[in-house]
Each structure stands twice: as C-alpha cells, then as structure tokens.
C-alpha cells in the first residue's frame, strides 16, 4: 500500500461516459481518488453524490474528483444517469489499480471472508505525491474534510 508522500501509483482507466483517465495527464493539479465498494448501494450513492454536489468547490480549489469501483463502465452509465452524479467514475474491473493502491482487501460479514474494496480517499498533489488517505471512510462529513485537505494543500 503507498504511504503518504510516496509517487502515487500511476493507472490509465476508463471511465463513464467514454474515454480514458491516465493519473499522469493530471499533473500540475491535485487529485482526489475515492474507492468505494460498488454503484447503486447506500453509502456509495451517498458518497458519489456528495463529490458530485462539490465537484465545482473542488475544482475551484485547483483539485479533480474521481471514483473508482470494479462495476464496469456499463454499470457506471446507469449510476450516473439514475442520480444525476457529475464526478467522473473510473471503472477497475481487473482490481489492478484496487490492489496497487492497497484498497483490494479481505473482509468479514457475517462469518464469510471474501475480498473487497475498503472505501478509502487518497489526496494526491500537483507533483503526483499522496498528500493525505482516509482509510475505512465513514460517509457522513467526509467530502467536507477531503475539501479543507485540498484547499490546506
């Protein structure tokens, strides 16, 4: 898993709506990365549209927003579309980037181990550097913090 102040690790994927995301085009600006586990459950519509809801205060403060699941961009289109989302959503259905960045975990419910994404948020800087992670975020107030971390970079 990469460490504060470390290269973030670098990925082209693509994303909804077409077109593909490659971490280092976006130098010379922050970048927040959010994984969340999968489209359509409860805190991760509540996550994606609190980014979405923000996007423009985080592009005033010189950041760009991006989530990253395994759904397929297919399945992000609907997302999307069904809540009106503005946060571009970067499909990793190979886990690639998931593990690369640490996120691709074991988790337990109910007695069942299975693997899965840990939601967590990376600030990366203008130089491609990882600024801050929340690891095991709990939605509530979450994209307000990820917000004063951009605007204190």
């Known amino acids: 898993m990469p460490e504060i102040s470390d290269l973030a690790p670098e990925f082209t994927l693509p994303r909804d709506g077409g077109g593909e995301v490659t971490l280092s085009d976006l130098r010379g600006r922050a970048v927040v990365l959010f994984f969340y ?25 010189g950041a760009e927003v991006f989530g990253i699941s395994r759904d397929s961009v297919a399945k992000h289109d609907k997302f999307v579309a069904k809540h009106g989302l503005t946060t571009p959503l970067l499909s990793d259905e190979g886990s690639t980037v998931c593990e690369d960045y640490g996120v691709w ?42 917000l004063e971390a951009v605007k204190a970079l």
């Not at 509540?46 to 005033?60: P, V």
Request: proline share 4%; glycine share 8%; hydrophobic share 30%.
């Open 105 to 146: 975990v074991e988790k337990n419910m109910y007695g069942k181990k299975y693997k899965g994404i840990e939601r967590t948020t990376f600030l990366i800087d203008a130089e491609g550097r990882i600024n801050r992670i929340w690891h095991k975020v709990k939605v509530p107030g979450h994209v307000d913090e990820v």
């Open 37 to 61: 586990p999968r489209d359509d459950t409860p805190g991760c519509t509540k996550e994606s549209i609190g980014f979405s809801e923000r996007l423009a205060a985080f592009s005033e403060a």
